[in-house]
Every structure is written in structure tokens, then in C-alpha cells.
């Protein structure tokens, strides 16, 4: 996906409601859409599969129209597997800042 800087192939399932992802330093991770609202402009997805140590991870994306200028708001919840909380958090943490970021770039905004 083009916001997703850090993914070399992508395969959607035939349902349309889950993805396949392979990362550019290996591993495939499989997300699930569970709820979307395109009024409210927010979806809620499932991780099923995923190299990184964590279980039931569940994140929500949301955009908010301010004026001129929109926020996305991106939150997980997840429970590790043998690595500290504090430490997948900020693994996670910038996987979406970076995706983010690409986001804005292939926007043409700055902030």
C-alpha cells in the first residue's frame, strides 16, 4: 500500500475484508477489517497474523475534517509476548508514524 513505505507485496483476500502484507526486511502480517463507518470516517482492524510478538491487536484509524486541514488519529490495544510493553508500543508506535509520514508526503503536506 502506498502509505505503508515499509511493505514490498501486498495481497488482498478475496473477501476484501482481510491483507496480506510482506515486509521489505521480511515477515507477512495479515490484518482483518472488523468495523467500518464511512460516515464517521473511522475502521477498526484486527492484526491475525504478524511477526512481532503481540496477541489480540485491535487498531483503530480515524480522520477528522478541521477546517482545511483533516487529523488522523491511529490507536491499538495489544497484549506482548515476552518482550516489555514499553518497547512494543514504540515499535508500533513507529510503524504508524512512519506510514503517516509517507502519508503526508504523497499529500504534498508538511505538518
Known sequence: MACRPGIRRWKEAPS????????KT???TTEQLEEFHGEAKTY???IVTSPLSLADC???ITAKREGE???????????????????LARSLEKLYESGLDNLRKLLGTNT
Open 44 to 46: 477498526t482492524y484486527s
Open 16 to 23: 476484501k475484508r482481510a491483507v496480506t502484507t510482506a515486509a
Open 69 to 87: 486541514r483533516s487529523t488522523i488519529e491511529w490507536s491499538t490495544a495489544f497484549t506482548p509476548l515476552g518482550v516489555a510493553e514499553t518497547e
Open 26 to 28: 521480511g515477515g507477512w
Open 58 to 60: 485491535h487498531s483503530t
